[in-house]
């Protein structure tokens, strides 16, 4: 009787936030794959069934394909970086004795706190070909050779849109990175230090096999992030310009649906990348398996 009691209260406690999720997550999210097999205007209330033509057309659209490199370009830099800059930070500030720790922290979690679009808004100021902070610093120190129109060249757009999501989000994956070397016993360093070991070998050997499970789950993240996040960014600094060089498969799926009012063929690129962002993920589970170090 205890027993049937207490699953009824748990049943009672999760089925209203079961009925939140099923109705403004799970329930659109069918909704879209299904709307991937029609053809419909977003306003009419005429759908026509045309199987997987729209499957068919994505995979002869070249913008599909160009849009697809720039996610997997992004990819490859963002995420790097992003996990690079952020177990720098993460390691000073856990290993190293500093009195500003607390503000260090604050400082480099700020840019995470504010809005995507705030944050597009500002680094597209900083690009501005005229009147922008960085051709403007480049101007004073003798490198004009070096200015551009930053979000405006077809080489540079990319790098450039990597930059303000690699500084929005080094301050998130800190926090995470500090949070699991915080865990790590001080008795190990110690140990390590008599020994004689290096502060990198003490990364090496102590510190990143330690928090690598940690690490596995943020990979993740960032592929979710720079195929989801990357919206923002392209949709603000730069409307997929120029001629789709940032163009990236949400931009797309967004013009389609909302913009042309071809729901249907929208639906099937949101399909598509989702499909993509589940392989990759896959693969990076596959990729980094190994075994578990524990302490």
């Known amino acids: 009787m205890l027993n049937r009691h207490k699953g009824l209260f748990i ?3 999760t089925l209203p936030a079961l009925l939140l999720f099923g109705l403004f997550a799970l329930y659109p999210f069918l909704k879209a794959i299904m709307m991937a097999f029609y053809s419909w205007s977003g306003i009419s209330q005429e759908k026509t069934f045309i199987g997987l033509d729209n499957f068919k057309t994505l995979l002869q659209d070249p913008i599909v394909w160009t849009a697809l490199k720039n996610n997997l370009l992004l990819l490859l830099v963002t995420p790097v970086l992003t996990m690079g800059l952020s177990l720098l930070f993460a390691v000073l500030l856990t290993r190293k004795t500093l009195r500003e720790r607390s503000f260090y922290r604050t400082v480099f ?3 995470n706190v504010l809005a995507l679009v705030v944050i597009s808004i500002l680094w597209s100021f900083i690009y501005h ?41 080094v301050g998130y994956y800190m926090v995470i990175y500090i949070a699991a070397m915080e865990g790590i016993p001080s008795h190990l360093y110690e140990a390590a230090v008599l020994e004689g070991a290096s502060q990198t070998k003490q990364f090496t050997q102590i510190t990143f096999p330690l928090i690598w499970s940690v690490v596995r789950i943020t990979i993740v993240f960032f592929l979710i992030g720079v195929f989801n996040g990357s919206f923002v960014y392209v949709q603000v600094m730069t409307n997929s310009g120029p001629d789709h060089a940032s163009e990236v498969l949400m931009t797309y799926m967004y013009k389609q649906a909302m913009q042309n009012g071809n729901f249907g063929y929208g639906a099937a690129v949101g399909v598509f990348s989702l499909i993509v962002t589940i392989l990759l993920a896959w693969f990076s589970e596959r990729l980094t398996e190994r075994d578990s170090v524990e302490f």
């Not at 990319?158 to 303000?164: K, R």
């Open 11 to 13: 049943a009672a406690c």
């Open 109 to 111: 979690f700020f840019p």
């Open 129 to 169: 070909p005229t009147f922008g902070i960085l051709n403007s610093f480049l101007h004073k120190i003798g490198l004009d050779s070096w200015t551009h129109a930053w979000l405006g060249e077809s080489n540079t757009v990319l790098w450039a849109l990597a930059v303000p999501m690699v500084w929005q989000a």
